[in-house]
């Protein structure tokens, strides 16, 4: 995926500048908030903190709180920038922690040039912090600095430059040497590569079974071998009696290589004389030392790993390092061990043999996902390798003593799911499922700048081939005042495309008994937001995206014309509202004004439908403001005629009603009140029973509570189409794009 130098710019300045923040955990809303918070009643835990140090972690931030140390000399793809220049870098490994498993980051760059200094430094906030990542330090300096800091220091200290692709790769290695039916202790395996992450992989391949003296090691220079004299002490273990001296020589008869080193090191000639059933980790980044490709045409009998999403078995550190900072942090840990690396390679390794969820694979667009030689080791985004990895590493720290206190471990994975929920990873998922099979996306309004930048993203991110429809002259006018390039991106004029008339004549057989003119259909489809339409009726592209500049019930009224309704016959707008830890959606807060009993059932149909089709569960309360026949009037008896529909026709359905808001959201009132409701768990779906609910609901949540709101999304139409609202930005149009481009896929796998 190419990135734009300014879209990187523009993502790093915009808004508040970086990426991250510092927010309060406690009020500080009054004098007495005031008084807690700090002078006088910060005292108090400051005196017991003097007499038990370890009620730091009772009463302060330090037991989430992880340092990302770094001097700059050795950033990954830059080289020794220096340690302000390595800033960017250490806020986005402070975003990769708190989004993947919620560890609150410092990132410190260090004028620091010496292992001394920076050991003296990472002594110095040890009382801060819980632990230290040391990152893009150069070797061998990083392997002092972390050696000297682990004797020194009572928290734990990981060096992910050393040690994340060590254990995700070993994770690879275990599982790939299982489905090749070779046992670790057999197998040969040849490094190209001796920097920091080669030598620390080896090292931990070696406490996995593989045979120190079955390890060649390939630098600069060539093999290290014993009689050479220009080694460092990290690679003399490796320094075995050998004839070979390159890496051609090496590889020949090896079951195993591990690319830590440059693109292009290795040629399609070295891999035929690799072993049957070679093991191939080409992990140079972003270019591999090979390409799948190339090994595939010369070994189709290898099994490869690179450090690339597109391909499968990416090894990517982001497996790693969140997750074992956050076992370690939760027990207190003193340290990062060698059994806790360990136990997460190990759970890492036995994760991937697990039945894969469908919101896995959802999340990758496919529809089969199993253990085997294209799937050694699990997904990114795949949510349960926070409660897989974290609780074997608290578990591994637990066993070796090294843990200030002992967890029960179910309890943990349970708090572990609460603490951080899935829904983070919901739009992240969505996207790489619609990057799979990639759909015609139309955004009619062609010369609006965030139509512009979104179709760029959509073309950029694979999410879809994006089409703007407009006058090309003055689309290209305003592309080029936001420095927007439109390679990749189609522009259609709909006064002078070759399908106007046919799409003229088509809506004109559509509407002719309902007045519409030949002449009327010819002038209606030179609007942008008419031909986008129609080109998704025609079938011309899979969904559209549009209404930045329209008045939304003019906009449904050219959707009506142009795409229709469904079977049901009922359309109606679903908000989508995404807050920490939970996903809601709120329907109908668009359409319908007021929608009887059986519109109701039909629109909450649709939206059960919609939540399936994104990878969750719906469960569905409709709302009113009586429980279950507490208050009769009209309004609550069409909501209870609504659920007793849903009941006979969809008897799996998840769903209930009328009931509260109030009822709908308590698990705790459902079992104790209404323990014969069918709905015992808190409502995902929510249907209100009238537009004004509707619509003053999703907004009090989408404002008071923080919530990310997308939407609306339209169902109920006979094709994916979906109207924006006037105050969208660009990553409200590409997540509306996303939405769409699921939705068109769903609609062409039903085909």
Not at 598 to 625: D, E, H, M, N
């Amino acid at each position: 995926m190419a990135v734009r130098r300014q879209d990187a710019l523009d993502y790093h300045s915009q808004g508040r500048p970086g990426k991250i923040e510092i927010r309060l955990t406690k009020p500080c809303k009054t004098q007495r908030d005031l008084s807690l918070a700090y002078t006088p009643g910060v005292a108090e835990p400051c005196l017991d903190i003097e007499k038990n140090p370890e009620d730091v972690f009772r009463y302060t931030a330090r037991g989430n709180l992880v340092a990302v140390v770094s001097n700059g000399t050795a950033v990954l793809g830059l080289g020794d920038i220096g340690a302000l220049a390595s800033k960017p870098v250490m806020e986005g490994k402070g975003v990769l922690f708190k989004a993947f498993a919620d560890v609150d980051v410092f990132d410190l760059e260090i004028n620091a040039p010496t292992p001394e200094e920076c050991i003296a430094f990472c002594r110095m906030i040890e009382p801060t912090v819980g632990g230290i990542n040391l990152e893009d330090i150069k070797a061998p300096e990083c392997f002092e600095v972390e050696e000297r800091l682990k004797e020194l220091l009572h928290i734990p200290v990981f060096h992910d430059d050393q040690h994340g692709t060590a254990i995700i790769s070993g994770a690879a290695l275990v599982n790939a040497a299982e489905v090749v039916g070779k046992k670790l202790a057999d197998l040969k395996c040849v490094f190209s590569g001796a920097g920091a992450s080669a030598l620390a992989t080896a090292n931990h391949y070696v406490n996995l079974g593989v045979k120190r003296e079955h390890i060649t090691i390939v630098d600069t220079k060539g093999v290290v071998h014993s009689e050479r004299t220009d080694l460092n002490k990290y690679k003399k273990p490796y320094a075995h009696k050998t004839k070979a001296r390159t890496l051609t020589e090496a590889l020949v008869g090896a079951d195993v290589l591990v690319g830590l080193s440059v693109a292009g090191a290795v040629t399609p000639p070295m891999i035929e004389k690799m072993a049957p059933k070679p093991i191939i980790f080409a992990m140079a980044n972003p270019t591999p030392e090979i390409m799948p490709e190339e090994v595939k045409a010369v070994r189709p009998d290898a099994i490869m790993a690179t450090g690339r999403s597109d391909y499968p078995n990416q090894v990517n550190n982001v497996l790693g390092f969140p997750f074992i900072f956050r076992g370690a942090l939760d027990v207190g840990a003193r340290a990062i061990n060698e059994e806790m690396k360990m136990a997460a390679t190990r759970a890492l390794a036995a994760l991937a043999k697990e039945d894969v969820p469908d919101q896995v694979m959802h999340a990758y667009g496919l529809d089969r996902l199993h253990f085997g030689p294209e799937y050694l080791i699990p997904k990114p985004l795949d949510p349960r390798v926070l409660l897989w990895e974290a609780p074997a590493v608290a578990k591994a720290a637990m066993d070796t003593g090294v843990a200030r206190k002992t967890v029960n471990l179910d309890e943990y994975r349970a708090a572990l799911e609460e603490r951080l929920g899935h829904a983070r990873a919901l739009m992240r998922g969505l996207t790489e499922r619609a990057k799979r099979s990639p759909q015609r996306i139309v955004f009619p309004e062609g010369h609006d700048t965030r139509i512009i930048r979104a179709a760029r993203v959509v073309a950029d991110e694979g999410i879809g081939t994006p089409t703007l429809i407009g006058n090309p002259t003055l689309v290209e006018r305003a592309a080029a005042e936001v420095e927007i390039a439109l390679d990749g991106v189609s522009i259609v004029d709909p006064r002078t495309a070759l399908a106007r008339d046919a799409y003229a004549q088509a809506l004109w057989d559509r509407r002719h008994r309902k007045g519409l003119t030949v002449a009327a259909a010819r002038k209606l489809v030179e609007d942008p937001n008419y031909y986008g339409s129609m080109m998704v009726a025609a079938g011309d592209a899979d969904a559209m995206v549009s209404g930045i500049e329209l008045y939304y019930p003019d906009k449904m009224h050219a959707l009506m014309q142009t795409i229709g309704g469904d079977a049901g016959g009922v359309v109606s707008g679903v908000f989508m509202l995404v807050l920490d830890k939970d996903v809601f959606f709120v329907a109908d807060t668009t359409v319908n004004y007021d929608p009887d009993g059986p519109t109701l059932a039909t629109i909450a149909s649709q939206t059960a439908r919609l939540v399936r089709k994104l990878g969750l569960t719906p469960r569905v309360g409709l709302l009113s403001f009586s429980n279950f026949g507490s208050a009769r009037t009209a309004d609550s008896e069409k909501v209870a005629l609504a659920a007793r529909i849903l009941h006979k026709d969809e008897p799996d359905l998840e769903v209930d009603g009328e009931m509260m808001a109030e009822t709908a959201l308590s698990p705790e009132v459902l079992k104790s009140r209404y323990p014969f409701s069918r709905l015992q768990e808190r409502a995902n779906v929510l249907i209100c029973p009238d537009l004004s609910s509707g619509n003053i609901a999703y907004q009090l949540l989408k404002r008071l509570g923080n919530a990310e709101a997308i939407g609306p999304i339209l169902v109920g139409l006979a094709k994916p189409a979906h109207i924006l609202q006037r105050d969208v930005d660009v990553q409200d149009v590409v997540n509306m794009a996303v939405i769409a481009a699921v939705d068109a896929q769903e609609r062409a796998a039903r085909r």
